[in-house]
């Protein structure tokens, strides 16, 4: 069974925020499975999908992004998940508008929720996929720059880029991060 996750914050006045790109991604994989969404034996939200043979758990934690740790741990013990079958998919201020990246490992880059998740874990090495949300111009406030909702402009990039990201996603569970990272990095 593998475990994917998406970093964001829960309240509508997130949605198309750039911090809940993470979000987006469980969504477009949910709705392509066409399943909704279960409360949690924790604070997040779950679907249950059947992906060529292999069962998925989608979570959005509850929690807010920098406490997204608590959530993930709670799902890995309440369905006995193994760290390698778990991806984190997040934004990434590092990595260009409309660009993913996978990982294997390493360390948070500055990501408030994968390094909340680090800390509960103990560890880094699971797998992550980054989500590129880099402004095109230096910012005076990173927070609100996160906070903030994508332009119109943002979101033909970005839509694509979350289509892109669950497809990703899901040759993670076909074929494991290695092959993932060969075909998408």
Known sequence: MKLIVGLG??????????????????????RR??????????KFVYAKILHKGEPVILQKPLTYMN????????????????REDLLVVCDDLNIPLGKIR?????????QNGLKHIIQCLGRDD???????????HPLSSYSSFVLGKFTERERQVVDPMVDN???AALTFVEDGIERAMNRFN
């Open 67 to 82: 406490l997204s740790g608590s959530a993930v741990v709670a799902a890995m013990h309440f369905w006995k998940i193994e």
């Open 126 to 136: 699971f797998a992550r996929l980054r989500l590129g949300i880099a402004p095109e």
């Open 9 to 30: 914050n829960p309240e509508a006045k997130y949605d198309n925020t750039r911090h809940n790109v993470g979000f987006e991604v469980i969504d477009e994989l949910a």
């Open 33 to 42: 499975a066409g399943m909704g969404y279960t409360s949690g034996k924790g």
């Open 102 to 110: 996978l990982r294997a490992k390493g360390s948070a880059g500055g």
């Open 165 to 167: 990201a669950a497809s």
